[in-house]
């Protein structure tokens, strides 16, 4: 069975400190890892890694996989209480497209 | 945002009573899906489309069918439901690959 774990389950942080988000997976047949913010309403993708070592950024967010180790964190410097939000990764499994597993999520407080 | 349409956007409805929630797209995307979101489980696959009469069951189908008779629709039935199945439902697209955008969500509370 695919498995997805983010740690940790919750943060709090005030505006401007930088944090770390946590993705581990066992997944059959790994082929990516996406990473998704959720408000209070639909997941927005934020990134797919599907190669070890190379960074993904986007503003003050940025990504990086590390398939040896089976993990892949998500950094976001500068927090902005706008970047309050639950954080999820997620791992497609078998050959179907778009079958994700998703991790617990990480909820994330910026608080100003 | 992606153009997905889900309805209804909430309901309450009682127990035993059969429940159709719609998922409209207009992206022309093969692939649909209906997750369900709940506290301590997170997102998981009920059923998934990847083309006009092909489903197949996702990790939670029990309780749940699906149909899709066009391309831009994908329906979700709970036959009978029950209150195990009050959740947020989300419908979901992709095209060519694992990056899946979502629909805003159905609130259902089955009471």
């Known amino acids: 069975e695919d498995k997805v774990v983010q740690s940790p389950l919750s943060l709090v942080v005030h505006e401007g400190d930088t944090v770390t988000l946590n993705c581990s997976y066992e997944v059959t047949n790994f082929r990516s890892l996406l990473w998704y913010k959720q408000e209070k309403k639909a997941p927005t993708f934020l990134f797919m890694l599907?190669?070890?070592?190379i960074e993904k950024k986007s503003g003050r967010l940025s990504s990086i996989l590390d398939k040896k180790e089976l993990f892949s964190i998500l950094n976001i410097t500068a927090t902005q209480t706008g970047d309050s939000a639950v954080y999820l990764c997620?791992?497609?499994?078998?050959?179907?497209?778009?079958?994700?597993?998703f991790g617990q999520g990480t909820i994330l407080t910026v608080h100003p | 945002d992606a153009g997905i349409t889900q309805s209804p956007r909430h309901k309450v409805t009682e127990t035993g009573t059969p429940v159709t929630l719609r998922c409209h797209q207009t992206e022309n995307h093969r692939y649909m899906y209906w997750y369900r979101q709940d506290p301590g489980h997170g997102l998981r696959l009920i059923h998934y489309?990847?083309?006009?009469?092909?489903?197949d069951k996702g990790e939670v189908s029990d309780g749940y069918s699906v149909s899709r008779s066009k391309t831009e629709d994908f329906l979700l039935t709970l036959e009978s439901a029950t209150s195990s199945q009050t959740s947020v439902y989300f419908c979901?697209?992709?095209?060519?690959?694992?990056?899946?955008?979502f629909g805003e969500g159905s609130w259902l509370t089955v009471v």
């Open positions: 997620a791992a497609p499994g078998g050959t179907s497209y778009g079958k994700l597993t």
């Open positions: 489309s990847y083309g006009v009469k092909d489903t």
């Open positions: 599907t190669s070890s070592g």
């Open positions: 979901a697209i992709s095209g060519m690959g694992d990056t899946i955008y």
